[in-house]
């Protein structure tokens, strides 16, 4: 595969493991990723989506709590050029239905547990805990090798909280995420000393894009937990 380009969002890992391959990039339960490993199950994982017939601008919706799955499902997306759709974990019913319709989602990455939310018919792909599920996929696939997305296409369906009227997703380019990670980078001081604790839902555009990709643009030992369970969060901090 090519140098990854400045503005694409798969390319802020691509460039930290080829700056510091071995360092811990991702903790979450009893796996431990390193930055080369880390990079390599994107690249493992972006083939499993092209492989399902999945083309560049095609949507993926991802309905899960927080994991590694998740956010390499996120970036493996991001690499093979389709464009991510993240899904509230807590939506079920007509507000879950409407971002899937809404967005033209063809795939829904999901936990197995929320499975059963989804409508009738749904293509599914689970993320997780299963032995069909994308992470148990990424032994057996090679590197992805398809086209790398312009800075300027979608990478994100952002959607609204849908407090005032129906959810509305904003479309985030590859060139304005990476944007606002540098300057998350510049304003909030993060380095590679860091040991950052992820505990807010990935989902949500603050703990996926201000804090756990900026830390992975620099390099940092991230820790990422399901949710913030204070007596978990306590005792890593200590």
């Known amino acids: 595969m090519t140098a990854p380009r400045g503005n694409t969002v798969d390319g802020v890992l691509r460039r930290s493991a080829r700056r510091t391959p071995r360092a811990t990039a991702l903790r979450y339960a009893d796996r431990v990723w390193s930055y080369a490993e880390l990079d390599e199950a994107v690249s493992a994982a972006a083939h499993v989506l092209a492989a399902r017939g999945l083309a560049p601008g095609d949507r993926v919706a991802a309905y899960g709590h927080n994991s590694d799955a998740y956010l390499i499902g996120f970036l493996a997306c991001s690499r093979a050029g389709l464009i991510h759709v993240p899904v509230n974990q807590n ?3 007509a507000g879950l239905g409407h971002i899937l319709t809404s967005s033209g ?3 829904v990455l999901a936990d197995p547990a929320l499975a059963g939310h989804l409508p009738d018919g749904t293509d599914l792909l689970p993320l997780r805990d299963t032995d069909d599920s994308l992470l148990a996929l990424l032994a057996d696939a090679p590197p992805y090798d398809g086209p790398e997305p312009a800075p300027e296409a979608t990478a994100q369906l952002l959607y609204t909280s849908g407090t005032t009227a129906l959810p509305k997703g904003a479309m985030m380019s590859h060139r304005a995420l990476v944007h606002a990670y540098t300057s998350a980078l510049h304003t909030l001081g993060l ?3 860091d040991r950052p604790l992820h505990t ?6 603050a703990q996926m894009h201000v804090f756990l990709l900026p830390y992975l643009a620099v390099g940092a030992d991230n820790t990422v937990l399901d949710k913030p369970d204070p007596e978990t969060v306590l005792s890593l901090v200590e």
């Not at 807010?200 to 555009?205: A, E, I, N, T, V």
Request: aromatic fraction near 6%.
């Open 91 to 93: 939506l079920t019913g």
């Open 105 to 107: 989602s063809s795939l």
């Open 191 to 193: 380095s590679a000393q």
């Open 200 to 205: 807010l839902p990935l989902y949500h555009s």
